[in-house]
């Protein structure tokens, strides 16, 4: 079943947020990401946006899809958005490299083929 409409242009932003992610921190060690506040504030931003299309989705697709940690992805959101003295960089890594692949592999199927150019 494909997502509403108005839910795949969220769809979209998660998952280029996400690979925007993975590219950043490719080939990166969790000691770089600590020595880099530019990268961490970029990555910060990414997992931000996806958390907010997280929650603009709508009740009844996070429902079709409730394997997904949607309430988990929404509130890392709000963490990063409203209590920023209280991230913890090492947490967040763990979601860049465990957590963020599998969001990935979990909605690129549900996306349907992207329009084509027509230029």
């Given at each position: 079943?494909?997502?509403?409409?108005?839910?795949?242009?969220?769809?979209?932003?998660?998952?280029?947020?996400?690979?925007?992610?993975?590219?950043?921190?490719?080939?990166?060690?969790?000691?770089?990401?600590?020595?880099?506040?530019?990268?961490?504030?970029?990555?910060?931003?990414?997992?931000?946006?996806?958390?907010?299309?997280?929650?603009?989705?709508?009740?009844?697709?996070r429902?079709?899809?409730?394997?997904?940690?949607?309430?988990?992805?929404?509130?890392?959101?709000?963490?990063?958005?409203?209590?920023?003295?209280?991230?913890?960089?090492?947490?967040?890594w763990?979601?860049?490299?465990?957590?963020?692949?599998?969001?990935?592999?979990?909605?690129?199927?549900?996306?349907?083929p992207?329009?084509?150019?027509?230029?």
């Amino acid at each position: 079943m494909l997502p509403e409409e108005k839910d795949v242009s969220y769809l979209w932003d998660i998952v280029d947020a996400a690979k925007s992610i993975k590219q950043f921190v490719q080939g990166c060690t969790f000691e770089e990401y600590m020595e880099n506040t530019l990268l961490q504030a970029a990555v910060e931003r990414k997992i931000e946006i996806i958390g907010e299309a997280a929650r603009r989705l709508s009740e009844s697709f996070r429902q079709r899809y409730a394997d997904i940690p949607w309430k988990l992805i929404i509130a890392q959101r709000n963490v990063l958005a409203h209590e920023y003295g209280e991230i913890n960089q090492e947490r967040i890594w763990n979601v860049v490299v465990e957590r963020i692949p599998e969001l990935i592999a979990a909605l690129e199927p549900l996306l349907p083929p992207a329009p084509e150019d027509t230029e």
